[in-house]
């Protein structure tokens, strides 16, 4: 198994409704992509004020998997139309679990 | 439940051994803290260049229970002693997975 972790921070202006709706198209993923073994996302609590804005952590079975996902083009619509233009900062790590 | 994310770049010269050593002592603290739920870190996977060094997810049942991982004094040591001192740039989120 392995993780993908990625976080953004959005530009200034992009309002919450913006985020909540990104974190719905991503949390569809699931049901279209079947090579996603665990899928988790969402906005930042605020406990902290250098926190970046919204994140996903992700699992795969292998790297390939996490491959597929990423080029998958559901997933690439909703980085293509919901996350790119919106981002300031991103930040990401691909991971082993074992 | 709510996860937390959090990941690095290590400083120039910090060596892989650190880094391996660091996923060794916070593998340790899920025996420690009994309020960490899941726990996962490792080390980029080297698929990306732009990706960051390294990555912690982890899920605990309430934010009062992360918080109370946050400031525990084996994380902390693990903190001071592995991590501060080490890194370049650091991001995190902590976001409600309900």
Tied chains: 1, 2.
């Excluded at 926190?51 to 083009?73: G, M």
């Amino acid at each position: 198994m392995m993780r993908h972790v990625v976080m953004f921070r959005w530009k200034e202006g992009v309002e919450p409704a913006h985020a909540a709706a990104t974190a719905g198209a991503l949390r569809r993923l699931p049901a279209l992509i079947p090579q996603i073994v665990e899928y988790a996302c969402g906005t930042d609590l605020g406990v902290a004020p250098t926190n970046f804005d919204f994140a996903v952590s992700a699992r795969f079975a292998s790297l390939d998997d996490y491959i597929t996902y990423r080029d998958h083009p559901e997933h690439q619509a909703v980085v293509q139309s919901m996350i790119g233009p919106f981002v300031a900062e991103r930040s990401a790590v691909q991971f082993d679990e074992s």
